[in-house]
């Protein structure tokens, strides 16, 4: 089945930094890589995905690059903000298939 | 996307008792999923609910300990048997569209069994 790592696993940024979060998949099959930012007491909510025709999309800070030779695909944000402080999982996902997680990235931004 | 209510929102349960945790969704949806998520850890898929048939459960959960009902498009429940500290956990529902890939999230259940 596949398997998603995640890194780093901890992240601490000054406000204003950007902020990269790196993933890498198994399965070549995998067409669908969504990314969801946890806040502290809350479900986990959909940020940002990207498809495997695709190689990056952006959405204002967010963007997401997806490189499938080297089956890894990474978020950054860009302009950091104190608001954007929480735990990402990435994910991955093949045609009719579940969703597989990464282990998490626990971004904190400071001021 | 859908609006996705999970009740109770926390719980702290005795040891050896059972707790059915409730998901509504706004509108009808295909696919209907539970997933638990143990403290400070990743997000495992326990089952996928289908509707008017048995959850399909993943490796390592089995329905006598998560019997989960699906008795039509918008609602689900995930019932915890039987439980012990170690089923402590934040249990998740979540929806998507067959066609689409896009899952969204409840807000989660905190469980403490003490």
């Known amino acids: 089945g596949e398997n998603v790592e995640q890194h780093p696993s901890t992240l601490s940024v000054q406000e204003g930094d950007s902020a990269v979060i790196k993933c890498t998949y198994s399965?070549?099959?995998?067409?669908?890589f969504p990314w969801y930012k946890q806040e502290l007491g809350k479900g986990p909510q959909l940020i940002i995905d990207?498809?495997?025709?695709?190689g990056e999309k952006k959405d204002q800070r967010i963007a997401v690059t997806l490189n499938k030779t080297a089956k890894h695909f990474s978020l950054h944000i860009t302009e950091t903000q104190p608001e954007d402080s929480a735990v990402y999982f990435c994910a991955a996902k093949p045609l009719a298939s579940k969703l597989t997680f990464g282990t998490g990235t626990r971004l904190q931004v400071t001021l | 996307s859908a609006v996705i209510s999970q009740k109770p929102s926390r719980d702290i349960c005795q040891r050896g008792t059972s707790l059915t945790i409730q998901c509504q969704v706004d509108s009808q949806v295909t696919m209907m999923f539970w997933y638990r998520q143990q403290p400070g850890q990743s997000l495992t898929l326990i089952a996928t609910?289908?509707?008017?048939?048995?959850?399909?459960?993943e490796s390592g959960f089995v329905i006598d300990k998560f019997p989960i009902s699906r008795p039509n498009l918008t609602f689900s429940t995930l019932t915890v048997s039987n439980m012990s500290p170690e089923d402590s956990s934040i249990y998740l529902c979540?929806?998507?569209?067959?066609?689409?890939?896009?899952?969204?999230f409840g807000q989660g259940t905190r469980l403490t069994v003490v």
């Open positions: 990207i498809r495997s025709n695709v």
């Open positions: 609910a289908n509707q008017g048939s048995e959850a399909t459960y």
């Open positions: 399965d070549s099959a995998s067409n669908y």
């Open positions: 979540s929806v998507a569209e067959m066609i689409k890939a896009e899952a969204f």
